[in-house]
């Protein structure tokens, strides 16, 4: 009895200071980190956040093999080949790291089984035939030909993965008509068929992803797929608001954010970014292949977390975004209409409202 007089009294309590708490710890930063010294909203963030950070420096400094800090100046790199004009001489300040993690990278990768490998190198042997006469950089010039020199590295201009111009006999013969036809044609379904998803299907899917911007190249996300029935069956719950549909759902997928991609703080938010993005082409893809999906939101509570950590063995680097439900889509079962805004409610030109 006085246990729940006194839950009942903090509650009281708590509904009417903290919303004054908050107007009051609103008006600056500082007053707002000392508000969240106290609330544990930001904590899982805050430690994988440090854990990625600490993972990519060492991966990057003591073991000079990290493989997303390779991708980020590759990416650099052809930014470079491709400025307008063109500087003789640019990257000199991380042409070191970046040929200290291509030698650790290429030692445990194959060349010709790694797409990506293949960029590094074609993108580097574009850079070093390119750049201006420097000291510095020709210490790593040699350097780079020292690593490769045992392989059979293709030269021919026709195959080679560099910067290269947009050609009208590449562009696809979509239409803007039908492409929004795509759009409005993709829906949250909740209703599925009890028919297997054919893995083949998911991995097209999957290539089209795969296409969508990053920053810097670095596609920070794996997409985590569940198609064993007892798994699915298991982790569909995880997530809130699949109640009443989630039995329907053949196969789910966890998008999970890698926050070592990353030696900053000021980049972590690109995980959400870059996995959104991903998604986006993803759902649009299955739409062309007869399946269906639904994006489901994955909220941060701390029970929760724990539960998706445990069952994907997770990093301590590593986040979940959100899931995805797909399937075949039920015919006998509704989607929501989901009216969406007006252009004049999302968008501005100019700083000047469309309203």
């Known amino acids: 009895m006085i246990l729940k007089i006194y839950k009942k009294v903090k509650r009281k309590i708590h509904h009417k200071i903290h919303p004054r708490l908050l107007r009051f710890c609103m008006r600056s930063g500082f007053l707002a980190s000392v508000f969240y010294l106290f609330n544990k909203s930001f904590y899982r963030e805050s430690k994988a956040t440090l854990a990625g950070i600490v993972k990519h420096r060492e991966e990057s400094k003591k073991l000079k093999a990290n493989y997303f800090l390779l991708v980020r100046n590759t990416h650099r790199i052809e930014k470079g080949l491709l400025m307008r004009p063109k500087r003789a001489v640019f990257g000199k ?60 590295v293709s030269t021919s201009s026709d195959c080679r993965s560099i910067p290269y111009f947009r050609q009208e006999s590449q562009k696809s013969a979509i239409d803007f008509d039908e492409f929004y036809k795509l759009t409005k044609q993709r829906r949250s379904v909740r209703w599925f068929k009890d028919t297997p998803v054919p893995r083949e299907l998911i991995n097209k899917a999957l290539l089209a992803a795969s296409q969508s911007p990053s920053a810097c190249n670095r596609q920070p996300f794996i997409f985590d797929i569940i198609d064993d029935p007892g798994l699915v069956n ?122």
């Open 234 to 355: 298991e982790v569909v719950s995880f997530p809130m608001g699949t109640a009443g549909y989630g039995h329907t759902i053949p196969v789910l997928i966890v998008l999970v954010g890698n926050l070592d991609a990353y030696f900053d703080e000021r980049d972590r938010h690109v995980i959400y970014i870059d996995a959104s993005l991903a998604a986006m082409s993803f759902m649009l893809a299955l739409e062309t292949l007869g399946l269906s999906s639904c994006a489901i939101n994955w909220p941060d509570i701390e029970e929760k977390e724990i539960k998706m950590e445990n069952f994907l063995k997770l990093e301590s680097h590593q986040r979940p975004i959100m899931c995805l439900g797909i399937g075949y889509a039920d015919p006998e079962g509704m989607v929501a209409f989901s009216e969406k805004r007006s252009l004049s409610d999302f968008s501005r030109y100019n700083l000047v409202s469309n309203k």
């Open 93 to 152: 300040d991380y042409i070191q790291e970046t040929i200290e993690s291509f030698e650790g990278i290429w030692k445990n990768l194959t060349y010709h089984s790694n797409p990506q490998m293949k960029w590094f190198c074609d993108v580097l042997i574009e850079y070093f035939t390119s750049a201006g006469t420097d000291p510095h950089i020709a210490i790593y010039h040699k350097k780079f030909l020292n690593i490769i020199a045992d392989f059979d």
